[in-house]
């Protein structure tokens, strides 16, 4: 617990199109009232957030969760690792294009885009729907692996990572679907 007299760093961000104030101390996000950069939305909250129709692109446990980085720069997990393994099919998580389909640094990655902005990310995935391709949520739009899997951080199998975009901002893809680590939310000055 800080002391009265020491002051959290705040921290000014967007979070599915809400600017937010925030400050972080240890564990416990403190917040105007509303929500934590990167964090997810209260439960009783998320149905205003949640974009309407989003699934999973993968049906396995969450390996690995979202954790944003400090600053843009700085290390973090700007995703969520999905059990999957190879030659598993991955689904377009809400309607789409798909925008991007092939290697980046030589990972196989399939990104599709979405309204408001958001586009899915995923690695490795090799792509079964072509680019520029109008996709539906739980349309199969790659599969898990590829040639150059195993340079991705889940290896030659055993997980699909998935992220979610809007700009260049990283958002946590499980509060898209209402499963969002749950967090405290205070009114700043309390602690």
């Given at each position: 617990?800080?002391?009265p007299s020491?002051?959290a ?8 199109g ?10 416990l ?9 990167g964090?997810?939305?209260p439960r009783a909250?998320?149905a205003?957030l ?8 993968a049906?396995g446990?969450?390996?690995r ?8 720069w700085?290390?973090?997990h700007?995703?969520v690792d ?28 399939v990104?599709?885009a979405h309204?408001?902005?958001?586009r899915?990310?995923?690695e490795?995935?090799t ?9 539906r949520?739980?349309?199969?739009v ?12 889940c ?5 699909l ?6 700009g260049?901002d ?13 967090i ?8």
């Amino acid at each position: 617990m800080r002391s009265p007299s020491t002051k959290a760093p705040e921290a000014r961000r967007t979070l599915l199109g809400r600017t937010v104030t925030a400050a972080v101390v240890g564990l416990l996000v403190v917040a105007d009232g509303t929500f934590a950069a990167g964090a997810a939305a209260p439960r009783a909250d998320l149905a205003a957030l949640q974009p309407p129709g989003w699934v999973r692109p993968a049906p396995g446990d969450v390996l690995r969760p979202f954790e944003p980085p400090a600053a843009r720069w700085s290390a973090g997990h700007r995703g969520v690792d999905l059990a999957a393994g190879p030659g598993e099919p991955v689904r377009s998580p809400a309607d789409g294009t798909v925008a991007f389909a092939g290697r980046v640094a030589g990972k196989p990655v399939v990104v599709v885009a979405h309204a408001g902005g958001l586009r899915s990310t995923f690695e490795p995935a090799t792509a079964t729907a072509p680019r520029g391709a109008g996709v539906r949520a739980g349309e199969m739009v790659a599969h898990v692996g590829g040639e150059g899997a195993a340079a991705s951080h889940c290896g030659t199998g055993g997980c699909l990572h998935w992220g979610v975009l809007r700009g260049e901002d990283y958002l946590d893809p499980m509060a898209l679907l209402g499963e969002g680590a749950p967090i405290v939310l205070l009114p700043l000055g309390v602690g």
